[in-house]
């Protein structure tokens, strides 16, 4: 698994290659097994092949042009709407229990909860060979930005009340293939033992 992770980079231009759906219902099968707090699960994944909401996606991200270049998309929802069935649990601290906090917590722990499903299905898609991206900039409601083209892209994807756009995943197969060039804080500088500062 490390190195697989250490063999993962962001990849931007891509072959004409399709991906197979079973490769990418295996993608998708990863981000839906991926932890989740008491199982609450608050998330929706859109799979994105056409090229008109490509297209679409590329204007909401400012115009990112692997978005459109991309075989396909996962579009990733953050779904605060997944806690209410939390809200009744025996759970009252809320502390254990992100249902019970305030709008901005439940929008952190949401937009937490999805990353673990994101980080799952880039690594399964590394493992078949596919390579991808992961896109933040765009438009949603955090952002503030292309506010019209993002009504355009919830009303077009079926998003309701309390589905925000997080993130897109594009999805391809390398044009030309390229070393990894990972550059990382050296480990002392980012894992410590008992304390900051503390060598592991």
């Known amino acids: 698994m490390l190195d697989l992770i250490k063999s ?3 990849v931007r231009k891509y072959s004409e290659k399709h991906i197979s759906d079973e490769d990418l219902r295996k993608i998708l099968e990863a ?7 008491m199982n609450v699960q608050s998330w929706k994944f859109i ?4 090229q008109e909401n490509k297209d679409l996606l590329s204007k909401l991200s400012i115009g990112q042009a692997h978005v459109k270049n991309a075989d396909a998309l996962i579009v990733c929802v953050a779904d605060e709407n997944a806690w209410e069935e939390a809200k009744i ?6 502390a254990l229990n992100p249902a019970l906090q305030s709008e901005n917590g439940i929008l952190i722990r949401t937009m937490e909860q999805l990353i673990y499903p994101i980080s799952y299905m880039m690594l399964e898609a590394e493992s078949l060979g596919i ?3 992961i896109i933040g900039a765009l438009g949603n409601e955090i952002t503030g930005i292309e506010q019209e083209t993002y009504r355009e892209v ?4 079926g998003l309701g009340e309390k589905q925000i756009l997080s993130t897109i995943i594009t999805l391809g197969y ?3 293939k390229s070393e990894t060039n990972k550059i990382r804080k050296e480990f002392d500088s ?3 033992l008992e304390k900051i500062g503390n060598k592991f």
């Open 8 to 10: 993962r980079k962001s």
């Open 31 to 37: 981000g839906r097994l991926a932890p989740s707090w």
């Open 47 to 50: 799979l994105v092949k056409s």
């Open 89 to 94: 649990t025996h759970i009252k601290n809320p």
């Open 131 to 133: 390579s991808s991206c």
């Open 154 to 157: 919830k009303s077009k994807l």
């Open 174 to 176: 390398e044009a030309e």
């Open 190 to 192: 980012v894992v410590s």
